[in-house]
């Protein structure tokens, strides 16, 4: 089974701050990978999908990148609604990654 | 405008059968690359995928949960059922159902998603 792994599980930064957060792959996943954003009691809602494609309605400042087994989730400038929990998942059989909590330093 | 809206029973006895209904409306089931997926969520941890039926019946589960899973579909209802036996108090957890596109070129990813349902299993 492909795992995934996400770095860090957690993150401090303040608004206007550029947040990376990394998501590996045991094995090759080509670019089937999504990155998905839950905030406290809600769905999650999906960002990115096939590691760079922004979803419909998702602001620019949310980019993804890589292919094979490396990947990354960018927020260029954090905004107070940024703050949440960040989950990558790879499609090949739709595990999602451990989660990346973002919030307020 | 897609719409997923999850019911079944809020509260289990352990051991016993667990079923979800999953009611969809703004697409079709029997498109292609269309599907539905469940996911959970336990109180404070992360999502965990558990099931997913493709337009044309190709069904998926989780390794570690297929044994006790089931998922079917009635197309003509606008419905997924997914059916988790031997309920465990590990189980309790928020089940998501979501709407799923699949492509060769971007895989399957889920963007419509439901509202949630919290399930807690006791005794």
Known sequence: DIQMTQSPSSLSASVGDRVTITCRASQSISSYLNWYQQKPGKAPKLLIYAASSLQSGVPSRFSGSGSGTDFTLTISSLQPEDFATYYCQQSYSTLFGPGTKVDIK | ?123
């Open chain 2, 1 to 123: 405008q897609i719409t997923l809206k999850e019911s079944g029973p809020t509260l289990v006895k352990p051991t016993q059968t667990l079923t979800l209904t999953c009611t969809f409306s703004g697409f079709s089931l029997s498109t292609s690359g269309v599907g539905v997926g469940w996911i959970r969520q336990p109180p404070g941890k992360a999502l965990e995928w558990l099931a997913l039926i493709y337009w044309d019946d190709d069904k998926r589960y989780s390794p570690s949960l297929k044994s006790r899973l089931t998922i079917t579909k009635d197309t003509s209802k606008n419905q997924v059922v997914l059916t988790m036996t031997n309920m465990d108090p590990v189980d309790t957890a928020t089940y998501y159902c979501a709407h799923s596109l699949f492509d060769y070129g971007s895989g399957s990813y889920f963007d419509y998603w439901g509202q949630g349902t919290l399930v807690t299993v006791s005794s």
